[in-house]
């Protein structure tokens, strides 16, 4: 059994994970069906590609810079934009009607370039030419007059448009033509400068990779992952020139768990803060899971649905980092997997289900959730590996919504647990109505809310229990309040680590929370992930606290872990309080050739452990 307690959470809750890119079907957000779709399913962004080529002439013209910018000024670019079905989305504003924004990917079908005027400036595996001059701008001139130009077009349209990346997945392709992360970085500065001196609102991202920035690394050549390869450079690149808003790339399959996207947004915001004192955010444009054909609902559950709510309760849990997450695809279907969110047919799929059950949450308030996890006796029963979300069986996220309390819970176990639910700040409001569902393998159906204050519940194998309490205040003449808790990442360090990690290896570091621990914080989280590829490492990790010493087992399985700090902080006289991680397995990397190739030119190995102490304010 586990209790929990609300308090209101002073940051609007997330939004930006009920997304969907729309490369087919788009002309569906035309019409009063698909509007309809996008608002019952909580949709916020929906991404339209938007093929470069299109707006130039399809004959075997070649067009220097000064042509093609009169080829944009006679207004011809814009007369072949209006033939795509992209602009009939926008200009029919269904997506807005609906609630939703587009987000626009400048881009190119893969590893080609079309029409001749557009070969021309390519290389034979479709990476964009640098042309002469002395200056990254000058060399990229023809490339960011053609991306500007048809930015342009689609602004024209809807001038509300503020979201837009560069490029697709060029680690998939720019090898191929003897060209890195650091060549990419020179294109995608080129053209964001002039994106930002015509539009200087409009957020800006890249590089679009195919996969997550720190993931499980491959032994594929030429960087494929790519935080050496290709993210690293960009923000060396545009961060101090503030030219990029968010790193933006796509996550499949095990890419999209849990550990490996909070671990990529770990690393990230520690690098950033730690080299650049800025935070950037990250838009995850694709993600799912392979099926390899249509399956039947409990495979279709299990192996797709259920691991894509796992990933947004993930995200749900860091409302700053996330600027969007896009499912792939609205009704993409493609020879390897089949990605439908929708299928074909315009039936709906179980993952259709995760956004109508999530989205009740959408925003709204985040509220403070404590629970104490439950004990399973029934040793048959196996549950997911939950050490990105805290470790623990069940999983929960509430929010304030208008006048609404919404708590979605989740047993990650194959076997029902019992659970017992208090709602410690409720005994003053008034439940008007409630309202509740499950979505497991066998379907979406309506159930029982569970009564207000407190409740003993069973959750059922693998499921999702959403339940939403239409509330006021006893007080009539006042509007009900809970108190009030903000996250607040407080300090980060990040230290190199040996690639053959060994046993008994120590990190001893301080954490500077000088202004924040006379504040009181309601509770205390360790964010702990590492940049690399050791194999499963349990850490203790030793806090100095103010009555005595505490420590904590990490179970990390070479990614990103997280843990309550189990007491109150000592601090030093420089406000500095002293916290030791110790290795008790240990790690060895057997093909160090392999992660060699990986880091893109770097003269050595080298891992790193990166760690956050996140406090929640009252």
């Known amino acids: 059994t586990f209790s929990k307690s609300f308090s209101h959470h002073s940051k609007i809750y997330i939004r930006y994970v009920f997304a969907h890119s729309a490369y087919n079907s788009p002309n569906d957000f035309t019409m009063k069906e698909g509007i309809q779709f996008l608002k019952q399913h909580n949709i916020d962004f929906v991404g339209l590609g938007q093929i470069l080529g299109r707006v130039l002439p399809s004959s075997m013209s070649a067009l220097n810079t000064t042509m093609l910018r009169q080829w944009f ?38 590893g080609s370039c079309f029409p001749y005027a557009e070969q021309l400036n390519c290389y034979s595996s479709g990476t964009p030419v ?62 964001a400068v002039s994106l930002r001196k015509q539009w200087p609102d409009v957020k800006i991202g890249g590089p679009v990779l195919w996969d997550v920035p720190i993931g499980p690394f491959t032994t ?52 950033t803060w730690l080299a650049y004192k800025k935070h950037l955010p990250v838009s995850i444009t694709e993600t799912n899971y392979c099926l390899q054909s249509v399956q039947n609902r409990e495979i279709r559950f299990q192996n797709r649905t259920f691991p894509l709510l796992l990933s947004t309760l993930a995200l749900m849990r860091r409302p700053d980092l996330v600027i969007t997450r896009q499912i792939f695809d609205y009704k993409a279907n493609t020879s390897s997997c089949f990605y439908a969110f929708v299928n074909g047919d315009n039936s709906l799929t179980p993952d259709t289900e995760l956004y109508y059950l999530m989205g009740q949450l ?64 409720g005994s003053g409001l008034e439940v008007l109505s409630s309202w509740a569902a499950v979505s497991d393998s066998t379907s979406l159906r309506e159930v029982k809310a569970p009564l207000w204050p407190k409740d003993e519940i069973a959750l059922l194998p693998l499921s999702l229990l959403v339940a939403s309490y239409h509330v006021k205040s006893h007080q009539s003449s006042k509007k009900y309040s809970l108190s009030s808790v ?27 929370i000088t202004q924040e621990i006379v504040r009181s914080p309601a509770a ?66 057997e093909a160090k050739e392999d992660f060699q190739k990986l880091l893109c030119g770097n003269s050595s190995p080298a891992y790193f452990a990166s760690a956050t102490l996140t406090f929640h304010f009252t």
């Not at 807005?96 to 924004?101: D, F, I, R, S, V």
């Not at 689609?154 to 720019?174: L, M, T």
């Not at 101090?240 to 671990?263: G, M, Q, R, T, W």
């Not at 996250?487 to 290896?505: A, F, L, Q, R, W």
Request: glycine share 6%; aromatic share 12%; with cysteine.
């Open 362 to 425: 959408a925003g709204g308030h985040r509220l403070h959730v404590n629970f104490t996890d439950a004990q399973i006796s029934d040793d048959s029963c196996s549950c997911y590996d939950t050490s990105a979300l805290g470790n623990t069986k069940i999983l929960a996220e509430a929010a304030s919504v208008g006048d609404n309390i919404t708590l979605a819970l989740v047993n990650t176990c194959n076997c029902s647990i019992d659970v017992s639910l208090i709602f410690e700040d």
């Open 220 to 271: 594929k050549d030429n960087c494929y992952d790519d935080w050496y390869g290709y993210v690293k450079p960009l923000v060396d690149e545009a961060l101090p020139k503030d030219l990029i808003d968010f790193v933006d790339f796509h996550a499949y399959d095990i890419h999209a768990s849990p550990e490996v996207l909070l671990n990529s947004l770990q690393t990230l915001e520690s690098y």
């Open 486 to 512: 903000m996250p607040t990442n407080v300090s980060t360090v990040m230290k190199e680590i040996p690639v053959d990690i060994p046993c008994g290896y120590k990190i001893d570091t301080t954490f500077n």
């Open 73 to 110: 000024e006679s207004g011809e670019a814009w007369n072949l934009y209006q033939t795509t079905v992209e602009y009939k989305v926008l200009q029919s504003r269904g997506i807005h009607t609906a609630g939703a924004n587009p987000f626009i990917y400048l881009k190119n079908p893969d």
């Open 524 to 589: 205390v989280y360790l964010n702990f992930g590492i940049l690399g590829k050791p194999s499963t490492l349990n850490w203790s990790v030793t806090f100095n606290c103010k009555t005595e010493q505490a420590t904590v087992l990490v179970s990390s399985p070479g990614t990103f872990s997280e843990v309550a700090v189990p007491c109150t902080l000592q601090t030093n006289s420089e406000g500095l309080t002293e916290v030791l991680f110790t290795t008790v397995t240990c790690a060895k990397v």
């Open 130 to 191: 640098a042309l002469n001059g002395s200056t990254v701008e000058e060399r990229f001139l023809w490339w960011s007059t053609l991306f500007s130009g048809y930015f342009n077009c689609c602004k024209r349209i809807d001038p509300s448009i503020d979201y837009v990346h560069i490029w697709n997945e060029p680690n998939v392709h720019f090898y191929m033509d003897g060209k890195d992360g650091h060549y990419y970085a020179q294109f995608y500065t080129a053209v």
